[in-house]
């Protein structure tokens, strides 16, 4: 999860070794300009890649689709959005390919991340991912690239994005219940990635219903979103319980995974998200009433939602200053920071077009200004961990471990 080791300084390298007489190889060409300087070599950046590094192509991409959908225009925002949504694109597609790459090269080391109680947890992160860029797609990339281009590559990321993510949902849990060595000390925010991902299908899945074809076809993407909706919703509910729980009885714990307590408002923003999109599109598909209660439905479930999500970000960010305070070394769990409180920035969003009140739409700004702040402090320091080479060596045994 996190990288702690501090790797050896080229110096190091070069220095004879006195137990075997031998001198280490000297530093790579790149390491020479400071490039991947803490590799022994450029293509091991290829052998540790986990599945949480999707978490910052989700980051990115919320900025970018949450500008999109914030309630106050700025000027010089809608370009800006389309300038990170091409980012988080380049950056799927990038990372893509080096995971493939990473199960060619190092099929062990990547079949182990299933049997890792906490790593398997973020087999949920690529499904994300692509739905996330997906999104953006639809409502920043029509711009670029056409509407027809960008619902048809929306099409495609989403339908992958949703079969891997209802794998995910399934598929981890059971080797929670089977093979991982879980103990009362062992919820962490996480848990929460697998069973995200079909909320995040339920609400980039609203913005396909008037694009897919009238009649049954578009009925039936209504009914699977919901279903996708209560699916997520009611595991979210088990795993935050879980969470509570577990800190109430033993507390917070290493300060590696503290940021993962920001993932809990993932499922309540993309939650409120998904509830008021597919009410905003259920009259595509379904006549009045049924339409006119799923409408209501989004604000009467948002509205709560949005007051049980200002509490937990209350909590969360007291225990995040807490630790910083005492110390917080970085790692790919920061990312933990962007996407969740990105979906509570489209939440809002939503509840302020569907109520008309002046309290969501200056919070939305407000949660808005929050993520771009955190992103930029997030990306910067990925960024530099990631020229230097840091973020690819393995991460420490006591980084793996049982989060508590």
Not at 76 to 96: M, N, R, S
Request: aromatic residues 10%; contains cysteine.
């Amino acid at each position: 999860m996190s990288i702690t080791e501090a790797p050896q300084s080229n110096l190091a390298r070069l220095t004879p070794n006195s137990v075997t007489g031998t001198t280490p190889v000297a530093p790579h060409r790149l390491a020479r300009i400071g490039v991947l300087s803490e590799l022994e070599h450029p293509s091991h950046l290829f052998a540790n890649l986990t599945p949480n590094w999707f978490a910052s192509i989700m980051g990115t991409g919320i900025v970018a689709v949450a500008a999109a959908s914030l309630p106050e225009q700025f000027l010089g925002l809608h370009t800006f959005a389309i300038v990170v949504w091409a980012a988080a694109a380049l950056l799927l597609i990038a990372l893509t390919a080096a995971t493939a790459v990473h199960w060619v090269r190092h099929t062990d080391t990547a079949r182990s991340h299933a049997n890792n109680p906490v790593m398997a947890h973020f087999y949920g992160a690529p499904p994300m991912a692509m739905m996330t860029v997906g999104a953006g797609t639809i409502l920043l990339g029509k711009d670029v690239l056409g509407l027809r281009a960008a619902v048809d590559l929306d099409w495609v990321l989403w339908t992958a994005g949703t079969v891997t993510g209802l794998a995910a949902a399934a598929i981890v849990p059971y080797l929670m219940f089977t093979r991982h060595t879980i103990t009362a000390s062992s919820a962490f925010g996480g848990w929460l990635m697998p069973v995200v991902p079909p909320m995040v299908s339920a609400s980039t899945g609203a913005l396909l219903i008037p694009h897919a074809a009238a009649g049954q076809a578009r009925l039936t993407l209504l009914m699977v979103c919901y279903a996708m909706f209560g699916l997520s919703l009611l595991a979210s509910l088990i795993v935050i319980t879980l969470i509570w729980y577990r800190l109430a009885v033993h507390k917070t714990g290493d300060a590696r995974m503290v940021p993962t307590l920001w993932i809990v408002l993932g499922p309540l923003g993309q939650s409120i998200t998904a509830a008021n999109l597919l009410g905003g599109v259920a009259h595509e598909a379904l006549p009045a009433p049924y339409s006119t209660a799923l409408q209501a439905f989004g604000v009467v479930y948002g509205v709560p939602v949005f007051g049980f999500a200002l509490l937990w970000a209350g909590v969360a960010g007291a225990i995040t200053i807490r630790t910083v305070r005492e110390g917080l070394p970085f790692s790919l769990t920061w990312w933990s920071f962007t996407f969740p409180v990105g979906t509570c920035v489209t939440g809002t969003s939503a509840l302020a077009l569907h109520t008309g009140a002046d309290l969501f739409r200056y919070a939305a700004v407000l949660f808005y200004a929050g993520l771009v702040a955190a992103w930029i402090t997030v990306a910067a320091r990925t960024a530099h961990g990631s020229v230097r080479g840091r973020l690819f060596l393995p991460a420490a045994p006591s980084a793996i471990a049982e989060p508590a």
